[in-house]
């Protein structure tokens, strides 16, 4: 037991020393979101390399809620002008979520060679977690379900960042937001942003909302910012501290999976993203057609990442966040609706092939 204790924090320590240096390394490039990218990245590779970590997870309950309120600063009353338009961007995006499933689904059937139930749910743009219990309910093979949505998540938030980045020249220099210091909240804002961190989670589990270690700070921070009730976020050295353990967490995840040991995954898993990530491109140009959004905001509204991710992508180069975590979080509750019932189709239809 003392042992696993040992390496428990042995893992936590390098861990941070690498979340560290990859955040100086982003911040040194010039990379958009440099405290949440370059964790992310530096734990990912050295895991994969066979370095044995362990994530700062537990800090996740923290992490979240500081995200959520932080994101909720980006909902002003504007927004409401947008409503009409952003209704017929939500109405396209179950289209776009049966099309990139089809895509993958074939990748994964007639090139990886993956059972049904596993091509299924690895092709699904839902969440990991939600993805994982569903395709381990019909037999799907859970390592392998996990390992597509981890890789996906890795490369679609790398991919659009160095997009961002180098193609359009968005750094995170030139889409710096204002320093906001604990001194600069009065103690009303601040018992009301604090409120919004820890009631949030419960008010969003009453309600049964998606992702509600995030999604309810968000909701009641975006609640307090439409009424003028508060203006400014959290202080900026608790967003970046939230952005770093959620970045090494996501890279941490892979720890235990080497490239020598799943290499034919990975790659797959790569594949597939890339695939993935067409099609969401794809679709915003469709969207930029038809509803007239920002093909940026459209790109990340549709980009198959994980809704944290690309919200605080968003906010990190000045898009809408109310728009991109809104299409995220209907793509996801879409996808826990959709996915069983489509499901049973496409079962029903192959044994009728059969």
Same mark, same amino acid.
């Given at each position: 037991?003392?042992?696993?204790?040992?390496?428990?924090?042995?893992?936590?320590? %390098?861990?941070?020393?690498?979340?560290?240096?990859?955040?100086?390394?982003?911040?040194?490039?010039?990379?958009?979101?440099?405290?949440?990218?370059?964790?992310?990245?530096?734990?990912?590779?050295?895991?994969?390399?066979?370095?044995?970590?362990?994530?700062?997870?537990?800090?996740?309950?923290?992490? &979240?809620? %500081?995200?959520?309120?932080?994101?909720?600063?980006? =909902?002003?009353?504007? %927004?409401?002008? +947008?409503?009409?338009?952003?209704?017929?961007?939500?109405?396209?995006?179950?289209?776009?979520?049966?099309?990139?499933?089809?895509?993958?689904?074939?990748?994964?059937?007639?090139?990886?060679?993956?059972?049904?139930?596993?091509?299924?749910?690895?092709?699904?743009?839902?969440?990991?977690?939600?993805?994982?219990?569903?395709?381990?309910?019909?037999?799907?093979?859970? !390592?392998?379900?996990?390992?597509? +949505?981890?890789?996906?998540?890795?490369?679609?938030?790398?991919?659009?960042?160095? =997009? =961002?980045?180098? $193609?359009?020249?968005?750094?995170?220099?030139?889409?710096? !937001?204002?320093?906001?210091?604990?001194?600069?909240?009065?103690?009303?804002? /601040?018992?009301?942003?604090?409120?919004?961190?820890?009631?949030?989670?419960?008010?969003?589990?009453?309600? #049964?909302?998606?992702?509600?270690?995030?999604? /309810?700070?968000?909701?009641?921070?975006?609640?307090? +910012?439409? *009424?003028? $009730?508060?203006?400014?976020?959290?202080?900026?050295?608790?967003?970046?501290?939230?952005?770093?353990?959620?970045?090494?967490?996501?890279?941490?995840?892979?720890?235990?999976? *080497?490239?020598?040991?799943?290499?034919?995954?990975?790659? +797959?898993?790569?594949?597939?993203?890339?695939?993935?990530?067409?099609?969401?491109?794809?679709?915003?140009?469709? $969207?930029?057609?038809?509803?007239?959004?920002?093909?940026?905001?459209?790109? &990340?509204?549709?980009?198959?990442?994980?809704?944290?991710?690309?919200?605080?992508?968003?906010?990190?180069?000045?898009?809408? $966040?109310?728009?991109?975590?809104?299409?995220? *979080?209907?793509?996801?509750?879409?996808?826990? =609706?959709?996915?069983?019932?489509?499901?049973?189709?496409? #079962?029903?239809?192959?044994?009728?092939?059969?």
């Amino acid at each position: 037991m003392l042992r696993n204790l040992i390496d428990e924090r042995q893992g936590y320590s %390098i861990s941070f020393a690498l979340g560290l240096g990859g955040a100086l390394a982003a911040l040194w490039a010039g990379l958009p979101l440099p405290w949440f990218l370059g964790p992310m990245i530096a734990n990912a590779a050295a895991a994969i390399a066979g370095v044995r970590l362990k994530g700062p997870d537990f800090l996740r309950p923290i992490a &979240l809620p %500081i995200l959520g309120v932080m994101l909720g600063t980006a =909902f002003h009353s504007e %927004i409401f002008g +947008h409503v009409g338009t952003w209704a017929i961007s939500f109405a396209l995006l179950p289209a776009y979520v049966i099309g990139t499933s089809v895509v993958c689904y074939g990748y994964y059937r007639k090139i990886a060679g993956r059972d049904r139930v596993t091509s299924y749910f690895a092709s699904m743009p839902g969440g990991l977690s939600d993805m994982v219990l569903l395709g381990e309910a019909y037999g799907g093979d859970v !390592r392998q379900i996990a390992l597509s +949505h981890s890789v996906r998540i890795l490369v679609v938030v790398t991919a659009v960042a160095l =997009f =961002f980045g180098y $193609v359009f020249d968005v750094s995170s220099q030139s889409a710096a !937001r204002p320093t906001t210091q604990l001194t600069d909240l009065g103690y009303v804002e /601040g018992i009301v942003l604090v409120l919004c961190a820890i009631a949030g989670p419960a008010f969003a589990r009453f309600l #049964r909302i998606p992702a509600p270690l995030m999604l /309810g700070p968000l909701i009641l921070s975006a609640l307090a +910012h439409l *009424t003028a $009730v508060a203006e400014l976020g959290p202080p900026t050295v608790l967003s970046l501290a939230a952005q770093f353990v959620l970045g090494a967490g996501v890279g941490a995840r892979f720890s235990g999976i *080497t490239f020598a040991s799943a290499a034919g995954n990975l790659l +797959h898993g790569l594949a597939a993203a890339v695939l993935a990530l067409l099609c969401s491109a794809l679709a915003a140009f469709a $969207v930029v057609a038809i509803a007239g959004i920002d093909f940026f905001e459209g790109f &990340l509204g549709y980009a198959p990442g994980g809704m944290m991710e690309m919200s605080i992508l968003a906010l990190a180069i000045n898009q809408s $966040v109310a728009y991109v975590s809104l299409c995220h *979080t209907f793509r996801f509750a879409f996808v826990m =609706f959709a996915s069983p019932i489509l499901y049973q189709i496409l #079962r029903t239809k192959a044994g009728q092939a059969d």
